[in-house]
């Protein structure tokens, strides 16, 4: 039976069915709007349910969330920032449905450990670098929520060289530095004139200069925080998603530099750092594996969990 599967992006909703083999069908997408999200939220949800039995939902969400009380409070939906009672929402909209609820980075590394970069794999990092940074964790089997539900944040990992302020409120965060978001800002007010993550990829392979510096500058940050964690975490995958990860050699040639550069103690000198093969639907996947789950999966990794 399909499970209906929620990403609540930094823009963006997105929402589907996901069948027993993971394959996502009947994706809609909304853009987040400024005011009255729940009820685009509860809209979207109702239009891919289509009037079917619906008895599990997952939710995956920017973050940070409050996994332990069901709330969502992303950084840059500004009416959730506070924090909304994502779980209880859904609940009171599919009251006879199970509804499952974690951050996005843990859904994209269940989905990973599902059908991407993680199977066979014990201790692993899934990114996603698209107009945010976030991340999972996989620790010796298990992908990892942390005490609030907000392990691997690597988004907010500080790099050094660059002291940027984050939307966090904090200095310095690779996200600030490296997003697609960040890049393209930085990239303006060095004189060049796109918008976009994407146009920038775009205009990186077309040789301008403030572009590749751009994506050269993100890559170098993105392998300072990818080496930072990948020593504390002891990892030997590392899989990077988002669309942003999609630009090709101006950012990963500088990127795979940095982790050279880095990753030099002896546990790290095999590091696998690779561009995820799922596609943008992998947090749906993630929230589908989540709902499915005859026990809660993350719940395991609680201390003193069942
Ligand atoms: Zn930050």
Not at 99 to 117: N, P
Not at 178 to 189: I, K, L, P
Request: neutral net charge; charged residues 15%; contains cysteine.
């Amino acid at each position: 039976m399909a499970v209906l599967a929620l990403d609540i992006g930094a823009t963006k909703f997105a929402a589907g069915l996901v069948d027993e083999t993971g394959r996502v069908y009947g994706v809609c997408r909304t853009a987040v709007p400024a005011r009255e999200v729940w009820p685009e939220c509860r809209r979207l949800l109702l239009e891919v349910a289509g009037g079917s039995a619906v008895t599990a939902v997952g939710i995956g969400s920017a973050g940070p969330v409050d996994t332990p009380g069901g709330v969502t409070a992303p950084l840059n939906i500004p009416e959730w920032r506070a924090g909304f009672p994502i779980v209880a929402a859904v609940e009171e909209l599919f009251p006879t449905a199970v509804v499952r609820f974690a951050i996005d980075g843990a859904c994209l590394a269940l989905a990973e450990q599902q059908s991407g970069a993680f199977r066979g794999i014990r201790n692993g990092l899934a990114m996603t670098v698209s107009s945010g940074i976030g991340g999972g964790i996989l620790v010796d089997g298990r992908v990892s929520l942390g005490r609030t539900g907000n392990a691997g944040h690597i988004g907010h990992i500080v790099v050094p060289g660059w002291e940027v302020p984050c939307a966090c409120g904090g200095v310095g965060c690779v996200e600030a530095v490296a997003s697609g978001m960040s890049s393209a800002r930085w990239a303006r007010a060095q004189g060049w004139r796109g918008k976009t993550g994407a146009e920038l990829a775009a205009a990186a392979r077309t040789g301008d200069p403030i572009a590749t510096a751009a994506l050269a500058r993100a890559g170098t940050a993105l392998g300072q925080a990818i080496c930072s964690a990948a020593a504390l975490l002891d990892v030997d995958t590392v899989v990077v998603g988002g669309g942003f990860a999609h630009s090709g050699d101006p950012l990963w040639r500088p990127l795979r530099e940095s982790v050279g550069r880095h990753a030099k103690l002896t546990f790290l000198r095999g590091l696998r750092v690779e561009l995820s093969r799922l596609d943008d639907g992998a947090t749906l996947v993630g929230a589908a594996v989540l709902a499915r789950s005859p026990i809660d999966p993350l719940a395991l990794a609680e201390p003193g969990g069942p």
